[in-house]
């Protein structure tokens, strides 16, 4: 009889990324499957628990696990440009991530936890369908960057007004009537961009209290003539 010949059989293209990934994650402790074509979060990432970056944008994934806050030593998650409907309550765990991008996915609520993030800079929710900014994230003391640009908010919480360290705040293309005067405690703020709200006034607090210097009101019916509330 003749011998057997074992041929491999290669791996589908999908896992093949992954391990690759995987791989290089253990020399830098950084996870990078961007545009990849995935639709799940690779299985073994939350046992990965060294990773310090973790970048899965441009894909279709369309759930993270609840394991993903086994990630305590993560700085930054770019999760932007996939079908993401939420994130995880366990986020909160990351107590050391810095940055959080969001953007262009199918969110409709930013978790409560989000605001135990107390080191967290960056935070980008834009392009999702939000109905609603949780007060919580009031409570994101480091936070310098947040856009919840292109949503469904129509409510602007007057605890945002904790967060002194923000300098550029993007509210842009969402249904906020009106902004509260508590804003004005934000007195880092450089930028603000209210562009496509029906918002007829800004609060006085807000232009005498804070360093904005780039007010941005195209298609509001304050921008022809920027008014300030009373107060």
Not at 117 to 135: H, T, Y
Request: net charge negative; proline share 9%.
């Amino acid at each position: 009889m003749g011998k057997t010949l074992s041929v491999p059989v290669p791996a589908p293209v999908e896992i093949q990324i992954i391990l690759s990934a995987e791989r290089e994650a253990k020399k830098n402790n950084s996870f990078t499957l961007r545009n990849a074509g995935i639709i799940d979060c690779p299985k073994r990432l939350p046992l990965m628990t060294n990773l310090k970056h973790v970048d899965l944008s441009y894909n279709r994934i369309y759930e993270l696990p609840f394991e993903i806050g086994k990630l305590i030593k993560m700085r930054e998650l770019n999760v932007s440009h996939n079908l993401l409907v939420m994130l995880p309550d366990s986020i909160g765990s990351c107590v050391l991530l810095k940055k959080l991008l969001a953007r262009h996915n199918n969110l409709e609520a930013i978790p409560d936890p989000v605001g135990q993030l107390q080191r967290l800079e960056v935070a980008d929710f834009s392009e999702n369908n939000i109905k609603e900014i949780p007060p919580a994230l009031g409570s994101c003391a480091s936070l310098q960057f947040l856009s919840v640009a292109s949503n469904r908010v129509e409510e602007a919480p007057p605890e945002l007004g904790q967060l002194m360290a923000l300098k550029e705040l993007s509210l842009a293309w969402n249904s906020i009537p009106s902004l509260p005067s508590e804003w004005g405690g934000m007195v880092s703020l450089e930028k603000f961009d209210v562009r496509g709200n029906p918002i007829d006034a800004i609060p006085g607090p807000l232009l005498t209290d804070t360093m904005v210097d780039h007010l941005y009101t195209d298609d509001t019916p304050v921008h022809p003539h920027v008014r300030q509330q009373p107060g």
